[in-house]
């Protein structure tokens, strides 16, 4: 019986008073579907001023709001070289001054009557948006107007959103994420706009005359569109477009259309080798076709098989099936000159070889098998049933709407979507994945630790290997190369360290250390008490030549007790450890038995040491640490970084400052440039944490 | 054009010059319901909209972190993922990709008063929606595996949510310390619990909370949108009506209100790269009449470019790169609750001097109140806001279900806008006066980094 008629008789069986339904009767399945309600979309009227703006209107009284969308073909495509994130701040800018008014009286004008007003770019597209209640679309017009027609950009707020970029900017680019979003996107688009993302010198150039400038070339009526979507009418939207709009003349200036890029021949792999990482980012893509291309609804349809959500290959091969993920996705994205489709994934460093295979696999099947009715349908299904969910609020349906006229779609696109998705075929879905996904002429970008993944990946395809600057290195640069350091053991005594720690200016606690002799060695025993967040003490016995003899370590991180307790012998470390995980701040208990190569420190043995390394003037060491609580062996590397005074009790002492990399948080040293090299001070970088030595 | 749309374009270009407009009364649209009991206790709520062809179905336990004993926390959390492992004649895992094949959305959440399960769907899968959270409430798989894996996934959860997320620990662990361990230990500890408590828990004593909890007499189903109601009786009487009542949960005990006394605190953050301070205050309960003010309190401090704290704090004077106030940031609860600002230090600014600065601003408002602007403003605020969340089924949906657990009737999501529209500069001065003391305050000093 089809589920139509199903639903018919269940409905029947409800009004005819039939038999009470039993317990006997709840399904044990997943009862059938009824029949698709009709889900029209509002009706809408077009209109184009006289000068030039298209205002496109969709009616809804439901509700006393109102959504107003004003887009411009001015998006990050039209940054000039050397000046990305132009489009964005002169977005971010728009409302932070305009007409007469202040970036703070535009806020109150609009927060006092409730409602919102921003405006941001894409790569295409400078969109300003607004919603109210319908009795303030009055005074959202009269701004709307003033922010797109006669911004002011002030000098003091550009350099505030300045300052906001590239404190996010900072952040952002050390997210694995990110890196692998602008790794791909310079792979596929090579020498287009699209290519490229802002970066802090960028963000830096760009001046009050660029922003003018933008705004009077690319901001005008002629090749915007305006969308009204909510309790109004066409007239009365048009007539209070009208007088907002006065006086504003002009085209945008023109994009230029996308060049033809040469086909990819072959896949390649980009590996972005991040030292540590303990996930690797996977993105697999190409190039698809301009926003205007009938085949969106195949694409559409073929994604939601392959990675569109919970239910896709992907997502129930990569993390249902093999637990190597938490997410697994793919996308056809829109751009106005040449889209792009891609597949993502983040898994654990270790199998990251094992998911890349299989969705290179994945990747190829969709192109070379057709997919099965059941599944083409329950994809088609999911499409077309969200689709009410979609258009339930004026801002979404302003942004349908406005998507679908900016980006060239058919005319009745937004109506006919559900019909059209529903009439697409396995053979289009096969035809337009074969034509579009390629993976055997695709950019695969792995952001991870080429160390532990370089070897497994290199036969999937030819690989390049940069650091994430994007400088090249090639293979033997993902080894760490480690050597012992040549102490100058003459150099170290018996002697007693004391530190007072200050967390940002008052003190927080201290640190003392004890060198001592020992028949075989030596012995460093360090106290630390920071708050009641950190009691310990440690005790390392190292042997005359100052290698590691064993490491023992008893006190309290943050309530946890927290221990070690590590031997060296015949080249391997071997016991317990649990320490605080540096990433997560939760206890950490392992079991440790690890080769180390001759020279291994500990991790708390560079401060006993100090007085022993050649300390001179561009001085660099890096040398393999075994950091007992993490069970990690990393290289770290300290390096002298230029000479300055240093305040020790009342007096100035002359220093060596030295960078220490490789710990979980990278450290500043102070050590006296006249012997005994004594450590005069230790900062952790970017936070108001010091230890300072009392003399 | 109507004489109210012609007066309310007049009033718009008046609003240009004096910013603050009184809008015209544009009222939410009334959300018509009926509510009725099943005999085994299931309280239903019923909110047909044929002008929509969207369906939401929205079930809230009265279960939540408060129903946690001292030794039992994080059970009403780890019932949250549990729910989704899989029922009588549900599959691991199916209940997502059922909803997602049928085009819809759905999650679920737990605070300290209620734990909520919700789809949103095409009008014609309604019957999907009904029969899965049915099939849940009266099967659910709780094994050993089943258990142990979902305890491991919370705490997956909780260190990428809580651990690896900055600032996260300080508002979802550290902001308890405002509450009374001893007299009020419901509202004194966090929702997603302790792990040594989860890591001690045992398979029955998980069953146990079940059963008592996951009950229909403990339960409200709400169904909102486009559906026709003696047909969707018929169908929750079809899958809900023989499931069988337990016994009456046992009260929540909280005996005093608040603890008492300014408390500080340094709250180091591994995952922070900058100082950040909490400071929040102590506030009644949900539907104490000084809550609507406290709201809209909040909104004039902390919410909004236009807020004092926006405009003081981050844009004159710098201290912060970002700060929000909010009262009861994780909803409304019949317990004691919060008033709570975050603020973000810009580089070089210490913790302390952006405390000073965020809590000069408190004490400027307690001292001298607010202005009438300043109120319309979050009046207005208000009222759009709840205008624009009723274009969602799913939204109305839960307004019903707040409104009949925290004030006592579904009826008041009708008239409860009313008292927020009443309250005045008046009340707001009382209010901060009363709550917004240093004694009934919690600091915390926000670290960046743990140990060196």
């Keep these: ?695 | 054009m109507d004489s109210r749309r012609r007066l309310a374009s007049l009033v718009g270009l008046a609003g240009i010059l004096a910013a603050t407009a009184v809008a015209t009364a544009q009222e939410p649209a009334r959300i018509a319901f009926e509510t009725y009991q099943l005999p085994n206790g299931l309280t239903v709520i019923l909110a047909p909209d044929r002008t929509t062809q969207v369906v939401a179905v929205d079930v809230w336990y009265d279960v939540g972190s408060r129903n946690e004993a001292r030794g039992r926390t994080g059970f009403a959390h780890l019932f949250e993922h549990m729910m989704f492992q899989g029922s009588a004649n549900v599959k691991k895992a199916e209940h997502f990709q059922l909803i997602e094949r049928a085009g819809g959305n759905m999650n679920g959440s737990t605070n300290e008063d209620r734990t909520n399960y919700y789809e949103a769907l095409p009008s014609n899968r309604l019957n999907l929606g009904l029969w899965l959270e049915a099939d849940r409430m009266r099967s659910l798989a709780i094994t050993d595996s089943n258990f142990a894996n979902q305890r491991e996934a919370v705490k997956e959860e909780r260190r990428l949510r809580v651990d690896n997320q900055p600032y996260a620990g300080a508002l979802f662990e550290g902001v308890y310390a405002l509450a009374d361990s001893t007299g009020c230990f419901p509202y004194a500890h966090s929702i997603i619990g302790s792990m040594d408590d989860l890591n001690a828990a045992k398979t029955p004593d998980v069953k146990a909370f079940f059963d008592l909890y996951y009950a229909p007499n403990n339960a409200t189903l709400t169904v909102v949108g486009d559906f026709d109601t003696p047909a969707t009786k018929a169908l929750i009487q079809q899958y809900f009506g023989d499931i069988p009542r337990a016994p009456e949960a046992p009260p929540v005990e909280c005996r005093s209100a608040f603890g008492t006394g300014a408390i500080r605190k340094v709250w180091p953050d591994p995952k922070a790269s900058l100082p950040g301070v909490v400071l929040a205050y102590r506030v009644p309960e949900y539907r104490s009449n000084d809550m609507p003010v406290i709201e809209l309190l909040a909104t004039i401090l902390g919410q909004g470019e236009s807020s004092r704290i926006n405009r003081t704090v981050v844009r004159e004077k710098k201290l912060a790169q970002g700060a929000f106030v909010f009262a009861n940031l994780f909803g409304p609860r019949r317990g004691p609750g919060n008033i709570l600002a975050l603020a973000i230090s810009n580089t070089g600014v210490s913790p302390d001097s952006l405390e000073a600065g965020m809590a000069a601003e408190f004490a400027r408002l307690v001292q001298e109140g607010v202005t009438e602007a300043e109120l319309t403003k979050a009046k207005n605020a208000y009222r759009t806001q709840l205008i624009t969340q009723q274009q969602q089924a799913l939204n109305k949906a839960e307004a019903l279900q707040g409104a009949s657990m925290f004030l006592g009737d579904p009826e008041a999501v009708n008239t409860n806008w009313k008292r927020f529209l009443a309250v005045t500069v008046a009340d707001v001065k009382r209010v901060a006066a009363l709550y917004l003391r240093p004694e009934n305050s919690l600091v915390l000093l926000i670290t960046p980094g743990g140990t060196p």
């Design chain 1, 1 to 695: 019986m089809s589920s139509m008629f199903r639903g018919a008789a269940a409905a029947l069986l409800v009004l005819t008073g039939a038999a009470p339904l039993s317990s006997q009767d709840y399904p044990k399945t997943p009862p059938a579907p009824g029949p698709l309600t009709p889900a029209p979309f509002p009706p809408f009227r077009e209109s184009v001023l006289p000068n030039g703006l298209r205002l496109l209107v969709v009616e809804s009284h439901k509700q006393p709001v109102v959504s107003i969308s004003l887009s411009f073909p001015a998006g990050a495509s039209v940054d000039p070289p050397g000046k990305e994130g132009l489009a964005s701040m002169a977005a971010g800018l728009l409302t932070k001054g305009a007409g007469r008014r202040t970036a703070d009286q535009i806020s109150d004008a609009i927060e006092g009557a409730g409602g919102s007003l921003s405006a941001g770019a894409g790569a295409d597209f400078l969109a300003i948006n607004s919603t109210v209640l319908t009795s303030s679309l009055p005074l959202a017009f009269e701004l709307l107007g003033d922010v797109a027609v006669r911004p002011t950009f002030p000098g003091s707020e550009i350099e505030l959103l300045r300052t906001q970029s590239l404190s996010g900017l900072q952040v952002a680019l050390t997210q694995p994420e990110t890196i692998a979003d602008r790794a791909f996107r310079r792979a596929i688009y090579g020498a287009h706009p699209y290519s490229r993302s802002e970066v802090p010198a960028s963000v830096k150039a760009i001046t009050r005359e660029d922003l003018v400038r933008f705004h009077r070339t690319r901001l005008r009526p002629g090749g915007a569109l305006l969308v009204v979507a909510g309790d109004v009418t066409l007239a009365e939207a048009r007539r209070l477009a009208l007088r907002a709009f006065q006086g504003w003349t002009g085209v945008s200036a023109a994009v230029t259309p996308f060049p033809t890029l040469p086909a990819r021949p072959r896949t390649e792999l980009l590996l972005v080798h991040r030292p540590g990482s303990v996930q690797s980012n996977i993105v697999v893509g190409n190039l698809t076709y301009p926003a205007t291309d009938p085949r969106t609804y195949a694409a559409t349809v073929a994604n939601q098989v392959l990675g569109g959500g919970a239910a896709s290959r992907l997502f129930m091969t990569l993390r249902e099936e093999k637990s190597w993920t938490y997410g697994a996705y793919s996308g056809f994205v829109r751009r106005k000159g040449m889209g792009n489709f891609s597949a993502t994934t983040e898994v654990r460093t270790e199998v990251t070889d094992s998911a890349l295979r299989e969705l290179m696999r994945q990747l190829e099947r969709i192109g070379s098998e057709a997919v099965p009715a059941v599944e083409l349908d329950a994809a088609k299904g999911s499409i077309t049933g969200s689709y009410p969910l979609s258009i339930e609020s004026a801002d979404q349906v302003a942004n349908a709407v406005a998507n679908a006229r900016l980006y060239g779609l058919p005319a009745d696109y937004v109506q006919t979507y559900r019909v059209r998705i529903g009439a697409v075929t396995a053979e289009q879905v096969q035809a337009v994945a074969r034509a579009t996904i390629r993976p055997r002429a695709a950019a695969i970008i792995v952001v991870g630790d080429g160390a532990k993944i370089y070897d497994r990946i290199k036969d999937i395809a030819p690989v390049s290997i940069v650091d994430p600057e994007g400088k090249p290195l090639t293979p033997e640069d993902l080894a760490p190369k480690a050597v012992r350091v040549d102490l100058d053991l003459a150099a170290l005594a018996v002697r007693r360290d004391s530190f007072v720690v200050r967390f940002n200016g008052a003190e927080a606690g201290w640190m003392r250390g004890v060198l001592e002799k020992t028949p075989d060695g030596w012995r460093y025993i360090e106290d630390t008490r920071l708050g009641a967040f950190v009691v310990q003490t440690t005790t390392l016995e190292l042997d005359a030549t100052g290698a590691m003899k064993a490491v023992k370590q008893t006190g309290k991180v943050q309530g946890q007790d927290a221990a070690i307790d590590v031997s060296y012998a015949g080249g391997r470390a071997k016991g317990t450890a649990s320490a605080p995980d540096p990433q997560t701040g939760q206890i950490k208990r392992i079991t440790l038995d690890t080769a180390v190569a001759a020279g291994t420190l500990d991790d708390n043995s560079v401060q006993a040491l100090v007085p022993a390394f050649r300390w001179a003037p561009g001085a660099k060491w890096t040398f393999n640490v075994l950091s007992a609580g993490q069970g990690e062996i990393k290289p770290w590397t300290l390096a002298v970084t230029g000479t300055e005074q240093v305040t020790v009790g009342t007096g100035q002492v002359e220093a060596y400052k030295a960078e220490l990399s490789g710990p979980s948080a990278p450290l500043v040293l102070w050590v006296s440039t006249a012997k005994p090299h004594l450590l005069l001070k230790i900062a952790i970088a970017g936070q108001p944490l010091e230890f300072t030595r009392v003399p």
